[in-house]
């Protein structure tokens, strides 16, 4: 089996232009699995394009795993088709699909030395030994991993052992990188030091397609070009990062990615001008925030994140609520502050705080600005 | 009583059932039937060929069993283990009831179905118009292997099953998605998790086909003697008792010996 190779240069200064090729896109189209009368994944049309990194977000069961384990061929769907690149991989079985996954506890094969495991894909598709050599020793490099080729996955730690387990499927040149959980078995300081070294992957190897499916919501947000964000085995929301963060379509995606704060209001007026900005109304106070297509009189819900409410006012932060005091918790580097607003409780991250808090159960004012702010819909669910 | 007086009961319990006995054929072994010291009759059995013979015959059978056994314990294992099919627990029990049976109910099944009168050579008799039944291999060595064979293959399968149910999957399909075809998969990935396994089960299944009795007497194949047969011979049927001791003591350094072997390999297998 050929497998082509991707573009892109190496992280660890090794010779660039050793890494190269193109990375596949990936279709699903109406793609389904269910175990008997039980569905998992409901129809999914989803499209991922060469060199992008994809992250399904969504809690235990919203079918995530499901999905990326029908691209690999572990799951066969009940209807709908996958395609990589040109081709239709769906009746074909996962050694003829040109991937490398990586999953959470690094499945390394125990008996075999680190470079034994590196090339284990290419003896598997029978490329030459100079070729397995070569490859080995740059995948290696490219995780920072050279000087450990002899030693066995035991002698490792879990973050080099994961740092292998992504150079063993580096090494097959993969058309589609499938991370499942890749880092959910490490702890948290390894897990920042890792998030930020496959991002550092990807800015050097840019044609490499990466599904990465996890429950961490930091990860996605630092790695992904786009999320896709499932629930109850369908795609609740699906996007550009940047844009699904600042904008949530619905109230299932504001939630779970940055847990935002979703105040019920009355639209005033609907979205106008250049800013697209609406106004909504929250008891007396009038909020101007991102609209879409609301009407006076829907009622809908503010979205605000709680690093974006100030403590003080000034020119920009224009929007202004009264919450009643209820907790603060001191961490470091931030303050939580929790807040009553008309019933809602709301959270603020804040990193400076005035010289002195009210007491609890006093009223205390809430700023933001309108670029911050934008109204989702309360009836769509995800 | 004080803690270390507690070893006597089983101390002495051993030394009665297992010890004694024990001492008494390796003393009658080197003793002749006047009651004289007699090293010189050991090594002329050691010599003789109706004890190398036998012992040839051990060893064949001990050895083409556990081949066998091996080779249908990690074929069934696999399946059992990897291929998902409904009803594949149901199947891994009743395996393991072989078990509980007396090893010389599989020979009366095998002679009912593959006897000189059983139900193949009946049928093709039958069938063909056959003078005399055509399915012989059953009363020669190959007969008592296949017996053997499907009496303790389930002494490899259980800790083989027990081995597999160890092995990540997520390596199975990580060699897959690097791609690696079933049968590569198995010899690089699954077995190498399985050795101990594979030792352990095969040499137990050495162990007990070389001490086999009853499959062998019970066939009753000419010329198969074993040694166990052999002792059976010269003390029962011959009242030879020094000769048959001293069959006896080498079979028991055969069988001890093995069964360090099991003890090691059990021992990494965490057994």
């Given amino acids: 089996m050929s497998v082509p190779a991707f573009t892109g240069s190496n992280v660890m200064d090794v010779d660039a232009a050793k890494i190269r090729g193109a990375g596949s896109n990936v279709h699903f189209d109406k793609v389904s699995v269910a175990y008997g009368a039980h569905v998992v994944l409901h129809p999914l049309t989803l499209d991922i394009a060469p060199g992008e990194i994809l992250a399904m977000i969504g809690p235990s069961g919203s079918g995530k795993t499901t999905a990326l384990r029908a691209v690999a061929g572990f799951v066969r769907p009940a209807s709908g088709r996958i395609r990589i690149g040109a081709t239709d991989v769906t009746d074909l079985p996962p050694y003829e699909r040109g991937l490398g996954m990586v999953v959470q506890n690094y499945a390394l094969f125990p008996h075999m030395r680190v470079e034994d495991n590196v090339a284990f894909g290419l003896r598997a598709q029978g490329a030459d030994k100079s070729l397995i050599g070569e490859r080995v020793k740059d995948s290696l490099a490219t995780v920072g991993m050279s000087g450990f080729a002899k030693r066995y996955p035991r002698e490792l730690s879990g973050g080099q052992q994961q740092r292998v387990a992504i150079a063993r499927a580096l090494a097959v040149r993969p058309r589609v990188l499938l991370l499942d959980e890749p880092l959910s078995a490490l702890d948290a300081q390894i897990r920042r030091n890792m998030v930020e070294e496959i991002a550092k992957l990807h800015r050097d190897l840019p044609g490499l397609t990466i599904l990465y499916v996890t429950h961490d919501q930091t990860e996605a947000l630092t790695l992904a070009d786009k999320i896709a964000i499932m629930r109850d085995g369908r795609v609740s929301s699906h996007g550009p990062t940047i844009e699904l963060y600042r904008r949530p379509p619905n109230r299932f995606t504001a939630e779970f990615l940055g847990r935002a704060n979703l105040l019920p209001v009355t639209v005033a007026e609907g979205a106008d001008g250049p800013k697209g900005l609406a106004k909504a109304r929250l008891g007396d106070a009038v909020l101007a925030g991102a609209g879409r297509s609301e009407k006076p009189g829907d009622k809908t819900l503010l979205c605000i994140r709680p690093q974006h409410l100030s403590l003080t006012g000034d020119a920009e932060h224009t929007n202004r609520i009264v919450g009643t005091l209820k907790e603060v918790h001191w961490q470091g580097e931030l303050t939580h502050l929790v807040l009553d607003v008309d019933g809602t409780p709301v959270r603020v991250s804040a990193t400076r705080l005035p010289m002195s808090l009210p007491e609890r159960g006093s009223a205390m004012p809430l700023f933001f600005t309108p670029g911050d702010t934008s109204l989702v819909p309360e009836d769509v669910r995800g | 009583m004080p803690g270390r007086f507690w070893i006597v009961p089983p101390a002495a319990l051993l030394a009665l059932l297992f010890f004694y ?24 059995v050691l010599h003789a060929r109706f004890f190398l013979n036998a012992l040839i015959n051990t060893i064949t059978i001990s050895v083409a069993a556990t081949a066998g056994c091996l080779v249908v314990g990690l074929v069934l294992g696999l399946i059992l283990a990897f291929v998902p099919f409904p009803g594949s627990g149901v199947i891994a029990r009743l395996i393991d009831t072989f078990i509980a049976l007396p090893t010389f109910l599989v020979t009366l099944a095998f002679t009912f179905l593959y006897g000189s009168a059983g139900m193949l050579n009946a049928g093709l008799m039958e069938v063909f118009s056959l003078q005399a039944p055509p ?25 083989l099953l027990a081995a597999f149910s160890l092995v990540d999957r997520g390596q199975i399909e990580a060699a897959s998605v690097l791609g690696a075809r079933p049968f590569r998969i198995v010899r690089q990935v699954i077995l190498p998790a399985a050795v ?11 162990l007990l086909t070389v001490n086999e009795f009853g499959i062998v ?27 048959a001791c001293i069959i006896a003591v080498i079979n028991i350094a055969l069988s001890l010996g093995l069964f360090g072997l099991y003890r090691f390999a059990a021992g990494r297998l965490g057994a």
């Fill in chain 2, 196 to 206: 101990p396994a594979l030792i352990a089960g095969g040499s137990l299944c050495l």
């Fill in chain 2, 217 to 243: 007497l019970f066939i009753g194949a000419k010329g198969v003697i074993t040694l166990p047969l052999l002792i059976y011979s010269k003390a029962i049927q011959e009242s030879a008792y020094q000769v």
């Fill in chain 2, 21 to 44: 006995p024990l001492a008494l054929i390796v003393q009658q072994a080197f003793t002749d039937d006047s009651g004289m010291a007699n090293v010189a009759e050991f090594a002329r």
């Fill in chain 2, 135 to 159: 399915v012989n291999f059953l009363y020669s060595t190959w007969g008592v292997v296949l017996a053997e064979v499907t009496v303790y293959s389930p002494f490899v399968l259980r800790p």
